[in-house]
């Protein structure tokens, strides 16, 4: 988004904040009720959703969607058999990678943008506690992430039934928004983009391979020697503190129709848990932050 | 943001433009061209290298190993081409690929169909035993390719015991409803003095009837393969008439 409109937003945001105060004749001490809290929230959701939308970013998840149509076309023309199974299996896992990628990238360098232009420091000037300042921008990245999650998923109802197709889309809406949270986290934390993005992407990839490296781990302690018992000891101590992604978004659903709703049990416990849990995690971090 | 007009762009950083890609161009055209020689095949990683290596998506992956590894053979001559591969890691390759994605057909299709064919009998049969290795571990879904590897057997190997070996392994394992019965009877078609034509026909006509081929590509395969043996066997009938019967004397 360019500066003008960051302007914008900052400027209808104060104009919104002061009418709601003005509604709600808030006097002492910016006292905020609930309901005023979460209309603050729902203020900071909208224009993030807004800033996504004027960023192009609809037009760059519809180019995404086409590459991974083409290219998965094109693969699909070599096979000898299973040809659609190929296609379905290789455009899910490009458009997979792709949405959490886009939306990463996104939320990395829309909070870090408005932290060098101060946009932080000016909206925590009002009478705005920093968990709704937090929480309206995860409620913002999360309705987006619903976006790319919808469009892909209702491309892959061409190759699959809308039962694995819903159970798909829905699965990867919950994979986005710990994506989401994980993401906002470090920019917490890092308050930069390279460091922030890369720990993002090094996080997915750990969490969508974490039981590989787990069962390697195991392999290795057939051997008990004392560096892979620690080794392994490590890696379940990661696994226990880390979502399994592998175990989301599964493209065997799509492929040989496995799914069913029950599988989403799981997926939405773990997802609740671990958003919870970073999002706690944010919020410890931006109150000790000395803005 | 508004664009200046190309003019103020400095002539040199316009040259310097058109100059590079001249030159990446050029770079480009004097390099040999890609190709995936038969003899540049590696042993594939292992089996957890490669579960890490997919990031939690087997099945794709798994896909992606099977036309990495077609990319070897899927040139001119293929037959030659074949012949060139060393089977040891093509068997690896599609082991490895079979277990990323047990439910998938198509690491056993290429091998009863592709890698079996090649005019090489201990290639041949380094093969016939992978499909039937791979066959007992579920035999109701991978009855198809043992079922080909079968008639090969039979047909190509001239190897009667192994294929009345694999027909009874269908009989007895491949139990399930969804197998048709003309596949657990195999035994018997192949006691009968059939050709490898009448064979074929059997087997594919039955899979067609069956509803077991449903992929497109599959069954252009299969029945290109139907075409190019009719055509041999119509080429061996002309040839035994044209050439002159023993005169018998009295």
């Known amino acids: ?291 | 943001m508004r664009e200046r007009p190309l003019s103020n762009v400095p002539k040199s950083a316009l040259s310097l433009l058109v100059l590079a890609f001249c030159a990446q161009l050029a770079w480009h055209f004097t390099q040999p061209a890609v190709s995936a020689k038969a003899e540049n095949l590696m042993p594939p990683p292992s089996l957890p290298t490669l579960r890490l290596a997919a990031f939690g998506e087997p099945i794709a992956f798994s896909k992606l190993s099977m036309l990495y590894l077609q990319a070897f053979d899927n040139q001119a001559g293929v037959q030659r081409a074949f012949q060139q591969l060393d089977y040891v890691q093509v068997e690896a390759w599609l082991a490895r690929t079979i277990a990323l994605d047990p439910q998938s057909q198509y690491p056993l299709f290429a091998a009863s169909q592709l890698y079996a064919e090649v005019k090489d009998e201990p290639k041949q049969r380094r093969m016939l035993d992978f499909i039937y290795q791979q066959f007992l571990l579920d035999p109701n879904h991978r009855w198809k390719a043992l079922a080909h590897a079968t008639s090969l057997a039979r047909h190509r190997l001239k190897d009667l015991p192994l294929a009345q070996k694999y027909a009874q392994a269908i009989r007895l394992h491949a139990t399930a409803p969804e197998v048709p019965s003309w596949a657990k009877q195999m035994e018997i078609f192949l006691l009968e003095d059939m050709n490898e034509l009448e064979h074929a026909r059997i087997l594919l006509g039955g899979l067609l009837q069956s509803g077991q081929i449903k992929d497109p590509h599959e069954f252009k395969f299969l029945e290109q393969r139907l075409i190019g043996l009719e055509k041999a066997q119509a080429a061996t009938n002309q040839t035994r008439k044209q050439t002159p019967s023993p005169v018998t004397t009295p």
């Open chain 1, 1 to 291: 988004m360019s500066r003008f409109g960051l302007f914008t937003l900052l400027s209808d945001f104060i104009y919104a904040e002061w009418s709601i105060l003005q509604i709600n004749n808030v006097k002492d001490n910016f006292a905020i009720s609930p309901h005023f809290m979460h209309k603050q929230i729902s203020s900071i959701a909208i224009y993030t959703v807004l800033e996504a939308l004027r960023n192009r970013l609809s037009w760059l998840i519809i180019i995404v969607l086409f590459i991974g149509v083409g290219l998965s076309g094109f693969l699909n023309a070599l096979a000898l058999t299973e040809s659609q199974q190929t296609q379905v299996a290789l455009l899910a896992a490009f458009l997979r990678f792709a949405a959490a990628f886009l939306l990463a990238t996104f939320v990395v360098t829309s909070m870090v943008r408005e932290f060098n232009d101060k946009g932080l420091e000016l909206l925590l000037s009002l009478a705005l506690p920093r968990a709704a300042y937090l929480l309206g921008k995860f409620l913002g990245f999360a309705l987006l992430a619903i976006v790319p999650a919808c469009l892909f998923g209702l491309l892959t109802l061409l190759f699959s039934n809308a039962l694995q197709s819903a159970l798909w889309t829905i699965s990867l809406v919950c994979e986005l928004w710990i994506i989401v949270a994980f993401a906002m986290l470090c920019v917490l934390s890092f308050n930069q983009i390279m460091t922030a993005l890369s720990a993002t992407l090094g996080f997915y990839l750990l969490a969508r391979s974490i039981t590989a490296l787990q069962l390697i781990a195991k392999e290795a302690q057939v051997e008990t020697s004392n560096s892979q018992q620690v080794m392994g000891a490590l890696m379940n101590a990661i696994a226990a503190v880390i979502p399994h992604l592998d175990q989301f978004t599964k493209t065997d659903w799509l492929v040989y129709h496995t799914g069913q709703l029950q599988d989403l049990n799981p997926i939405a416990i773990q997802s609740t848990i671990c958003v919870g849990l970073l999002v706690g995690a944010g919020l410890f971090d931006l109150y000790r932050k000395n803005i």
